[in-house]
């Protein structure tokens, strides 16, 4: 297996576990820099996915059969799992959900509904993902609390030196992403975790972006909550995390209601179990969190630091690459990013450059990313964007650039 | 041999969308319309005069966006000038099997539009290459002041 030191990991030997990735796509072979939408899955978590399937398929924690009890073993196995990946301090601080979506919408309206009263605010950033942005939105509309932005400085960065009088104590909840997901920025969680508790406020990481990509322990970045997605991570779709601090899950009431999260239901009243499973009402994704399971263990073998460093590297180099194309304009911090970079090139719309570069096999996601704030921000109605993985390699953006530059001359 | 992005961008839609026609506003319009592809953030501008017989009197736009629909909005533009109202409407479901419909032959009414052809290979792109004839569809139903449309309905 892949256990090398971080230098020297066989970088090919780990391509060759995706089996897509010997896809052609019209006629050439497929360069996938879209990971940021979703990655790809090794052949290892496609396989625990069919094991589960053909071995140990039955419904959860209602079973007395034996099917029922495999499958109610490994789902629970797997919420183990996650929570030691992330440094959680018990499997009872992880709820599976069907995303990072998922899991911001359940605090938004189970923590939200209960201790939101209005003129509360709810202190969010200028980069933040729709899915970051949207239930805050709806959480205001319910109960009259109040949304304020960290402003994004030209370079990319949070305007920290804003901090002070954006983050003070009528701010209940500081939510902001990890890693955004059109500049790249990495921000800066422990320092920001540590500030929101100062004035008394709760802190969500959005970590869709980074939990697959870089290491992290929860009781060190000091967040309440964190909301992170399986299909970024090497995992299946339909599988989610929400990491939430014991106390704060326990005093939160249920989310959805239905079976599985129940003790005692009468017609009038039920009584709901603990967390976690008091936010999982009805048949969770089982495969999906096994799944998921598998692909921390392959992450892992491979190990974070080395996964960040890789993908650190490519991204760097692509923004380099990119910068030196005449009429591109390249996004985000120019240091230290995650593995992603966005432009624009004057030569072609975003959607002309990517319908041009599908054609020669590589794979971009161009448009507003669902950042439409940070696009007007940034005074451009979307960007094209590669995005990258541990698969990814130098000699697929040498390529990239050479069909940009086929671009041009075809546009211009 | 022409590859399908050869078909979907033919010189003429390039030329067009570099050098858009009819680019520019109708002090004296009747009707304006804002046509947004949220999808995509294409805008368009559309400013209709009609005539007396409520045709098409002139016709124009401004707006940015992705090369098929500012291309599709200045090809438009120059077909429909002077066109009745039933014109308009007969040319605008011609040209919508033009980029969606497969099996469709391309009228010969639609002249240079059929240039837009290519768009049916490429399903994203129809919604690029529609947003100019939704305006001129939401302009005929208003018939005066402005109005919004959008590729999304909400």
Redesign the interface.
Known sequence: MHRIAASSVDWKAIRADFPILREQA?GHPLIYFDSAATSQKPRIVIEALRNFYEHENANVHRGLHTLSSRATEAYEKSRKRVAEYIGAASADEIVFTRGTTESINLVAQAWGGKFIREGDVILLTEMEHHSNLVPWQLLAERTGARLRFVPVRDNGTLDLDQLPSLLKSDVKLFAFTHISNSLGTINPVAQLCEKAHAVGALSLVDAAQSAGHLPMDVRVLGCDFLAFSGHKMCGPTGIGVLYGRADILDSMPPYHGGGEMIVSVALEKSAFKKAPHRFEAGTPSIAGAIGLAAAIDYIEQIGRAAIFEHDSQLARYAADRLTELAGTRVFGPKEERGALVGFVMDA?????LT??AD?YGLAMRG??HCNQPL?RRFGV??TTRASFYFYNTVEEIDRMIEILHAAVR??S | MT???EE??QEVI?DHSRRPRNFGELADAAVRVHGDNP?????IHLDVKFDTSGALEDIKFTG?????SQASASLMTMKLKGKSRAEVVEMLCAFHDLVTEETSEAPKTLGDLRVMKGVRK?P??VK?AMLAWRAVEQALEQGAGEATVSTEPA
Request: proline content about 3%.
């Open positions: 019209h072609a719309h975003p959607h002309d319908t041009f054609q448009g507003h696009m109605s979307g075809f546009f | 590859t399908e992005i979907l961008y390039l999808a995509c953030g294409d805008e940015h966006g992705c090369a098929i490429f994203q792109r690029c």
